[in-house]
């Protein structure tokens, strides 16, 4: 079992940065493939950025490229998602995802298998 946790999220007005990180703890010794998603009230979540478990494949959604930096560090066993240039429409949830098994990455949720609790993004014009 792996556990989850998300932090770094706060209020930052438009045109600022932020950095996430996703801590994670339990059977990390697998480089599992990682992922971010955000996801407001009433809506599906959405792909933001993935990595492959050795960090050397990336991909981001069209609405944050040039913006958003997913990266990792195995030895500590933590995801960043850096967040320049931020927008009001990056408001969001932002959660954190794992996948145990997989040599790439992977933008649909349903192939990820442990979530973290999620940390609030927002976003002032």
């Known amino acids: 079992q792996v556990q989850l946790v998300e932090s770094g999220g706060g209020l930052v007005q438009a045109g600022g940065s932020l950095r996430l990180s996703c801590a994670a703890s339990?059977?990390?010794?697998?480089?599992?493939?990682m992922g971010w998603f955000r996801q407001t009230p009433g809506k599906e979540r959405e792909i933001v950025a993935a990595i492959s478990g050795g960090g050397l494949s990336t991909y981001y959604a069209d609405s944050v490229k040039g913006r958003f930096t997913i990266s990792r560090n195995n030895a500590k066993n933590t995801v960043y998602l850096q967040m320049n240039s931020l927008k009001p429409e990056d408001t969001a949830v932002y959660y954190c995802?794992?996948?145990?098994?997989?040599?790439?990455?992977?933008?649909?949720?349903?192939?990820?298998?442990?979530w973290g609790q999620g940390t609030q993004v927002t976003v002032s014009s």
């Open positions: 339990g059977r990390t010794f697998t480089p599992y493939a």
């Open positions: 995802a794992a996948r145990r098994s997989g040599v790439g990455y992977y933008t649909d949720d349903g192939h990820y298998d442990y």
